[in-house]
Each structure stands twice: as C-alpha cells, then as structure tokens.
C-alpha cells in the first residue's frame, strides 16, 4: 500500500476505490510510513509551531436531534445554558491576555441567537479585539446569514460534513436535515470567501471503509482550508448510547492521510483525541495535526457542553492550562503559537 502513499503524496488525490483499499489495507507499518511523511510536509508548511485557538463553547440549546449528540434537542437531562454577550466578551477578554489571537465560537443551532444577535456578537468581538480571527461554529444558516457574519468581521466557519453518504448521514440524523444542504452550505462559506472547515467522525454507527473513502473524495472536491475529525465517542443519554466508540488507531491515520491530501491545511488535534487517551492530542500532533483548541468557556458550563461521554475541559484541554499544554508540546518537539494562524490552503 506504499505505492497508494507515493502516488497521493505526489498528485494531491485518490480514486474512490483507492481511498478504500489504502484505508483497509493500513498496517502499522503503513501507519509508521505515513504519520512520517505527514510531519515532514507538515513541517515544510508550518515548522514546529501549533496554533492555539480559544474554544467558547457558548449555547448547548439545540433545535435538532442527531442521533449521536449528548445535546440532542430529546435529551431532557442536559443542564441546558445560554451565555450572554458579555459573558461571551468576558470568555475573550480572558483568553486575549492569556495569549490567544483566534477566537472559535461554537454552539448548538439554538434559535435565540438570530442572525441579528450573532452579527451583532460579531460586530463586538472584532470591534474589541480587531488583530484576532474570529471563528464561527453554529452548524447551517442560509448564505445570506453567513454573509451578514462574513461582512460584519467572521474570518472563519467550522461544520463538519459528519459523513459524505447521503443513506448513512440519513441514520445518523433527523429526517429534517440532509447531506445535501449540509454540503451546499459548505460551498456557500467557501464562495463567500470564508476559511471553511468541515470533517466527520471516524467509527460512527454503520460506518464502512467506503463511507471514510467517500470523506476523502469530498474532501478533495471542496478543498478547505481545515479539516477537524475526531473518533465517535458515545453519550448515555442519546440512541447510540451502546455502540462502540471510534479507535485512536484508525482516527489517527486518517489524521496523515489528510495531512498529505491537503499539505497546507490547519488540522486540529481534537478534543475527542484527548478524551480516549490522556496522549491522545500529543499522539494527532505526531500523525499530522498543527492546531489546538484550548477551552475558554466559563468553567462551570464546561461539563453542560457534552457532546459525548468523558469530554475533558480540564488540564491542558483548558486555556488556564496552557502551561501545561506547552509543555506537552514541548516534550514532542514542538512549541505554542499565539499568533491568528491563518490557513495557508488558499
């Protein structure tokens, strides 16, 4: 499976049948391969520098119910919060003097914060803090409301595709959402000038190597400029509260196998990395990754925002920790950035 590793490193793209073969064929040899081939193009782009982002996880109030998220509009046990605007000011103010210059604001589609109060949100982040990027992370609005974010100072947008098989999306989702308007809102960000990021999980229910090979052949087809995949984690509280979680193994080579796909995108060590394994965010550094999203939000909401079982907000996975983060990272060889740490995947 060597030669599939030469030819994607070299070409940029796989066929559908390819990504299978490679993604069924992977050994921990071929893992070995690749997670050094993805360093080295990593390093060529970026050095040994991870960005860090300030994670303000800023609504768990969701109007919709995926199957595999702890805050599922039908998960009546969830302590649901809102935070206020200067609550959400307050998480930045905190995070700019601990270093951080990208602010990634993320929450559930909650219809309090219409496009209205979100331009207006925008508006007084970039007023307050205008050398910072400023993330969005609020899942599928019209393009017209992604605009008014864009015009009024948004730099970037995360949503994940979650998975690029319209039957499999459909058994992980409610009948209301669909891979189609997922995917057109993805093309919308990236026409409007956004630095778009999507990604899926590895080891969802009913996922097969062709659905992870369906992933990457989207991926090349979008080009974005970040990626974010982490391993399906379980909730109690959800229907897919039994299956089996995702594996470090298989999450971390589809780390490197992005990595070569996409040589100058940002990708994101996860936190779902870090929740299966106390070395897994040092171990998706090692496998390709160059980002970090440290938690910025008010700690008494951190374990509200639960998307699945055992998700940490403590330690090096909160921005109070970054000390312990840096040293993490320096015991890997690599050092913190502080600075907006653009994507270099124009």
């Known amino acids: 499976m060597n030669f599939l590793l030469d030819k994607l490193e070299a070409q940029r793209r796989l ?20 997670f050094s081939r993805a360093r080295r193009i990593r390093d060529t782009h970026y050095g040994k520098g991870i960005f860090i982002r300030g994670l303000i ?6 109007k919709n119910d995926c199957l595999y998220c702890g805050i599922r509009r039908s998960n009546k046990k969830v302590t649901r919060y809102r935070l206020a605007e200067d609550e959400i000011l307050a998480c930045c103010d905190v995070g700019y003097s601990l270093g951080f210059r990208t602010f990634v604001l993320q929450g559930g589609e909650d219809p309090y914060f219409t496009d209205d109060r979100l331009t207006a949100l925008v508006k007084a982040i970039k007023g307050r803090y205008p050398d910072c990027a400023l993330t969005l992370s609020v899942g599928e609005r019209s393009p017209e409301a992604y605009r008014r974010f864009y015009d009024a100072g948004a730099d970037r947008y995360l949503l994940r595709h979650e998975t690029a098989n319209p039957e499999h999306y459909a058994r992980l989702h409610p009948p209301e959402l669909t891979l189609e308007h997922r995917q057109n809102c993805l093309r919308s960000l990236k026409a409007i000038g956004y630095q778009t990021g999507t990604g899926f999980m590895v080891g969802s229910p009913y996922q097969t190597p062709e659905d992870l090979a369906r992933d990457m052949v989207f991926i090349q087809e979008l080009n974005p400029q970040m990626v974010g995949i982490g391993p399906f984690i379980p909730h109690c509280d959800t229907p897919f509260a039994k299956e089996p979680a995702g594996t470090l193994e298989l999450t971390l080579f589809m780390l490197g196998l992005l990595r070569l796909l996409l040589p100058k995108a940002l990708l994101p060590a996860t936190t779902a990395l870090g929740s299966i394994t106390p070395e897994g965010r040092a171990l998706g550094i090692q496998a390709g990754a160059n980002v970090i999203m440290p938690n910025l939000s008010p700690p008494d909401h951190r374990k509200d925002y639960a998307l ?39």
């Not at 403590?314 to 740490?341: F, P, Y």
Request: charge should be negative.
């Open 57 to 62: 996880e800023f609504t768990n109030i969701c």
């Open 308 to 346: 699945y079982n055992g998700k940490l907000s403590s330690g090096e996975e909160a921005a109070e920790g970054k000390r312990l983060l840096a040293d993490q990272m320096a015991a890997i060889g690599h050092h913190l950035v502080t600075d907006r740490g653009d994507s270099k995947n124009m």
């Open 15 to 34: 066929t559908h049948a390819e990504w299978t073969a490679l993604i069924q064929g992977r050994t921990p040899e071929l893992a070995e391969d690749l």
